[in-house]
T-cell receptor, first 118, second 111 residues
């Protein structure tokens, strides 16, 4: 089946630094990738929708200048948490939707990235 | 707006017990409904889905029926195994193609 990878799986950083998280579709092309955030014992909340070659669409309340998303190719999207603060500590999950006719409904999820900001 | 409510866990069952995880939704229209499963250390995987009312999704012995009358999509399995231990998420498809998730229900199956 389709595989989505995320890197790193876990990162610890100091407050004020920036962290980049990569999301790759390994064996398929993804025109759309989604970035979610999950708090402990909470649901996954959509942060932004990333379309290859265009600007990401952010959900209400998500700061676009803080969470920079780049979707430069059909297999890679990156999320950069700029000037990270302890409240940004969370579990970040990406998903990719296959760019093939008839397969547009299925999303494939990465394993997630645990971010801890000290 | 659209939302999903699922029963809170954790749920602990003995092997071969019957499983039900309740899920209800609030939505405009009739969106596609999904159950995703997350095994320890892995990403979410699609378990089953239903795209219209009265559809039944099934996979690996799990079933869920899209009930528009009760706005529900309960997950059931007749006989659970230890390997079914995981977190289960109910979700509906949003207007942008994104998924709107419930909070997840952790299932632990004891031998």
């Amino acid at each position: 089946g389709a595989v989505v990878s995320q890197h790193p799986s876990r990162v610890i950083c100091k407050s004020g630094t920036s962290v980049k998280i990569e999301c790759r579709s390994l064996d398929f092309q993804a025109t759309t990738m989604f970035w979610y955030r999950q708090f402990p014992k909470q649901s996954l909340m959509l942060m932004a929708t990333s379309n290859e070659g265009s600007k990401a669409t952010y959900e209400q309340g998500v700061e676009k200048d803080k969470f920079l998303i780049n979707h430069a190719s059909l297999t890679l999207s990156t999320l950069t948490v700029t000037s990270a603060h302890p409240e940004d500590s969370s579990f970040y999950i990406c998903s990719a939707r296959e760019a093939r006719q008839g397969r547009s409904e299925t999303q494939y999820f990465g394993p997630g990235t645990r971010l801890l900001v000290l | 707006g659209n939302s999903v409510t699922q029963m809170e866990g954790p749920v602990t069952l003995s092997e071969e017990a019957f499983l039900t995880i309740n899920c209800t939704y609030t939505a405009t229209g009739y969106p596609s409904l999904f159950w995703y499963v997350q095994y320890p250390g892995e990403g979410l995987q699609l378990l089953l889905k239903a795209t219209k009312a009265d559809d039944k999704g099934s996979n690996k012995g799990f079933e869920a029926t899209y009930r528009k009358e009760t706005t529900s999509f309960h997950l059931e399995k007749g006989s659970v195994q230890v390997s079914d231990s995981a977190v289960y998420f109910c979700a509906l498809k949003g207007s942008q193609g994104n998924l709107i998730f419930g909070k997840g229900t952790k299932l632990s199956v004891k031998p």
